[in-house]
């Protein structure tokens, strides 16, 4: 794995217009960034990211299976408990997952660690699966990369499939996001295209559009029930709002299903230790309030169980505080996970996210920060296989 200079396209911006990509620079700072890009070999990704990928996968529907099975794990990870039923169910009926993204540490020397799991609404996806593959064709054809590169990226091939199987028996697909994200619009926009191209007729509505009839059935804006419903709007959020009471009663198939609650917070960090312990895509992790933590001595990194964009992370160095990021997350809890720096190319912090769609691990997207944290301006700089 190594990070070069590339030349940015002259007409990247015009590109990122035409493709609808309208959030590759937010709040005046660059997030999409094609001044350097990073080459793996192929048994980088094929051994080091996109097998353990694999094999994490299926170890958090283990997690997952123990956990809906048990209360005191279920209240451990701050789900309400008037929505166990909710979740146990919906994984007993089998209710499909459509993606996540696994975080990892990597810098091509040895294995990739996992630094949490974006199970219910990863976003990054639309540059990950279509434009920096956009990036990749045109780069080719312009030689600001080396002939016969490739790319670690079926995601949108895989979501279109994905989605196929997961189409409404009858009726649209309705999408959902909260208002006043671009990034968050974007995504759903993306998804609403791939589903399009997979059959699926769709349409879209804010969440604060979202209705209740007199059966306790979710409707959109002119009354029509919410038959499929994917939502880029967090569990943990819906679980709090007044019309929370009619999920368990409702007929909305949800995309996230309600077990993805499960895997959307950091305790299925310290859950994954406990059942995987020592595996080596693993860093040790527990529940801040468990003495076991205790075992990481005076370096470590406290998360709370539900946070977003780097929010209210913690990192502890030889028990002083280097890093404690604002935020208005912790009231669930916290977990305390072994410090792990990501490392660092061109004086920049990077992270690498791999996407799951459904269990099939099939892409990646890599983002760079000045600090340790990843937040929502982190840049995203596309990649290459070097053949």
């Not at 299926?58 to 166990?84: F, K, S, Y």
């Not at 994905?162 to 671009?182: I, K, N, V």
Request: some cysteine; hydrophobic content about 40%; overall charge negative.
């Amino acid at each position: 794995m190594k990070r070069f200079p590339v030349a940015p396209r002259a007409d990247w911006q015009q590109t990122a217009a035409d493709c609808g990509f309208r959030f590759h620079t937010m709040y005046g700072e660059p997030y999409w960034d094609e001044s350097a890009c990073y080459a793996f070999t192929l048994e980088e990704i094929e051994r080091d990211l996109e097998a353990p990928s694999a094999e994490l996968a299926m170890m958090c529907l283990d997690v997952v299976d123990i956990a809906v099975r048990d209360e005191a794990i279920l209240h451990r990870l701050g789900i309400p408990a008037g929505q166990h039923d909710f979740v146990h169910d919906a994984w007993r009926r089998g209710e499909a997952s459509l993606y996540g993204r696994f975080d990892f540490a990597y810098d091509g020397r040895g294995p990739a660690r996992l630094y949490e799991y974006n199970a219910d609404t990863p976003t990054a996806l639309y540059e990950t699966a279509y434009f920096q593959w956009v990036w990749l064709e045109q780069a080719l054809a312009r030689g600001l990369i080396p002939a016969g590169c490739d790319q670690f990226n079926s995601v949108q091939e895989v979501l279109i499939e994905r989605l196929s199987r997961m189409a409404p028996p009858e009726g649209p697909m309705h999408f959902t996001c909260a208002r006043d994200s671009e990034e968050d619009r974007g995504t759903v926009e993306y998804l609403r295209d791939c589903a399009e191209q997979a059959g699926i007729p769709t349409r879209f509505l804010f969440v604060d559009e979202i209705g209740v009839d007199s059966n306790g059935q979710y409707t959109g804006l002119d009354g029509e029930a919410l038959r499929h419903l994917f939502k880029l709007y967090p569990w943990e959020f819906l679980f709090r709002e007044d019309f929370a009471r009619f999920l368990p009663g409702c007929d909305t198939y949800f995309i996230e299903p309600p077990w993805k609650a499960v895997l959307s917070n950091k305790g299925l960090l310290a859950l994954l230790w406990e059942h995987f312990p020592g595996h080596p895509n693993l860093l040790p992790t527990w529940f801040a309030d468990d003495p076991r933590a205790n075992r990481l001595g005076a370096s470590y990194v406290r998360k709370p169980l539900y946070s977003r964009e780097g929010a209210n992370v913690r990192i502890v160095e030889r028990g002083r505080i280097v890093c404690d990021e604002p935020g208005p997350y912790g009231a669930e809890g916290h977990v305390l996970q072994a410090l792990c720096p990501p490392p660092r190319f061109a004086g920049r912090h990077v992270v690498i996210g791999s996407w799951i769609i459904g269990q099939q691990a099939c892409g990646i997207g890599i983002r760079e920060d000045s600090g340790p944290v990843t937040k929502d301006l982190s840049r995203f700089v596309p990649h290459v296989i070097l053949n």
